[in-house]
């Protein structure tokens, strides 16, 4: 079985969590495949990539320089799917084959949770939010650094979701 050491792509270096490589064959012929569950950071800046210049080294020693296709998996984790088409299987006798007939498929999800992800990259999203407050506290907050204001109430949140969650 052929595993996955690390993925780059256009030269940065990606977290991979799970991930599977295989020759997927059709009617139409053969891809080479690598469906990989990373961050939704990392799902989030390739989203909109139609390609990228993928390196991808196996444990083997073996590296593999491809122009890729990218496609997001649905489902509950952050996934890609990277494929590109082969012409030629001989280099990759090694690697399972994935028939388009064939009821098995790689499952990569399996052993591995969100939570687990984001401990180790978090997501940030942007939030508006609209409150009414006695006029010195808005003055006070406009009178803040943005900076300051994620971190206050990052902390704040963080410290009472804990307390709502410990009763």
Sequence with gaps: MVVVKSVKFDGESIHVFKNAIYIFESN??????????????????????DNLIVEIE?????????IMNVKILQGGLPQLNL??????????????R?????????NIE??????????????NEE????????IDQ???????????????FKEFIYDYWKKENTK
């Design 110 to 123: 399996e052993g591995i949770t969100l939570d687990e992800i984001r401990k180790v990259e978090m997501p």
């Design 138 to 152: 808005v003055d006070w907050l406009k009178n803040q650094k943005r900076k300051a204001l994620n971190e206050m």
């Design 98 to 106: 994935v028939n388009e007939n064939d009821s098995w498929f790689p």
């Design 28 to 49: 139409s012929g053969f891809t080479l495949e690598l469906d990989m569950i990373v961050s939704e950071v990392v799902v989030k800046k390739y989203k909109k990539e």
């Design 127 to 134: 939030v508006r939010l609209k409150l009414k407050l006695p």
């Design 83 to 96: 494929l590109c088409e082969l012409e030629d299987t001989q280099e990759y006798e090694d690697f399972d």
């Design 58 to 66: 196996l444990e083997d020693g073996r590296i593999i320089n491809s």
